[in-house]
């Protein structure tokens, strides 16, 4: 069905994670603790490598960029779907949609490029170390991060762009629990080629991109590890295998979500993928990358020290 005057949806309802009202409370409870894990685990980081002077490296500077890009991803989608859980009927007005899908996009791919500079950082650190300081310095680390953003800003206005030519008429039941592409692509009354196209020639470079470069970063880091020593082969794998794990989860969340033709998109298919790239991997990744290590947890008790002692 067309529409004679664009755009006659004014808001969506978002269909969410069930119809079973008994089911509710428990969503909303696994929610909320992973929300404020999540939070918890990423804000301490940042203020940890904030206040550190023992933590003032390029390693730490990029895991300060990605617990304050995790926050931001959290919080686009978390706490409006808890409310959303308890509250009835679910609404979102539509350009509040569009707006919430920019951010959505913007953290979510600068979180991806950001992991891909931390596996150059590893690259340096393990392959090259006598040069690590002059070739990851700060301004270095600075111009990284800010292109990392500046890609995800300029991926997302594209992305949103094209879904504000489309048009949405009659049924406004979006099935996922916040506003994502495929769902919205499956409930426009417009031709959805164009948005299908640049979804996999410009969004499979952007996205796969920084995977390709991990992947080729991590068959250097491995042809140089196999030349250490026991001791430290067992150092530098351990160090790499973490953010490995937390790599492949991301991407195999977002080839299901994202890649996968949107006739085949089923809510359930995407409700399981989203809840692993929105709450697991962010809740995750400070957990995984920095709060296992040793100079973190040494920063951890000297910060606790300090209050305890202004306290007492």
């Known amino acids: 069905m067309d529409c004679e005057n664009g755009t006659d949806v004014v808001e969506f309802v978002l269909v969410g994670f069930s119809s079973q009202p008994e089911q509710q409370p428990l969503y909303f409870i696994a929610c909320l603790l992973m929300y404020g894990a999540g939070l918890l685990g990423n804000i301490v980081m940042f203020i940890l490598i904030s206040v550190d002077a023992h933590l003032q490296t390029a390693m730490y500077f990029l895991l300060r960029s990605l617990s304050m890009v995790d926050v931001g991803f959290l919080t686009i989608t978390v706490p409006q779907m808890m409310v959303h859980i308890l509250s009835s009927p ?12 920019f951010f959505f996009y913007v953290f979510g791919v600068t979180d991806m490029y950001i992991v891909s500079v931390m596996a150059l950082d590893r690259y340096v650190a393990i392959c090259n170390p006598l040069h690590y300081a002059t070739v990851m310095n700060q301004k270095v680390c600075v111009h990284l991060v800010a292109g990392c953003w500046i890609i995800a800003i300029l991926n997302s206005m594209l992305h949103v762009g094209l879904l504000l030519r489309l048009k949405y008429c009659g049924d406004n039941h979006l099935s996922h629990f916040f506003c994502d592409h495929q769902p919205l692509l499956q409930l426009s009354s417009s031709d959805i080629t164009l948005n299908e196209v640049i979804i996999y020639f410009e969004g499979i470079p952007v996205i796969f991109g920084p995977f390709v470069f991990i992947v080729i970063t991590y068959v250097c880091i491995v042809a140089a590890v196999v030349k250490f020593s026991a001791s430290g082969r067992r150092k530098a794998f ?30 359930q298919r995407g409700t399981v993928f989203a809840i692993m790239y929105t709450l697991i991997t962010p809740m995750s990744n400070p957990y995984i990358y920095s709060l296992r290590n040793k100079d973190v947890q040494k920063a951890l008790r000297n910060l606790l020290g300090r209050v305890s002692v202004s306290h007492s």
């Open 90 to 101: 679910k609404i979102i007005p539509f350009y509040s949609c569009m707006a919430q899908l």
């Open 238 to 267: 351990s160090t790499c295998s973490s953010h490995l794990t937390m790599v492949g989860l991301f991407y195999c969340a977002a080839t299901g979500a994202y890649f996968l033709p949107t006739s085949n998109y089923s809510s």
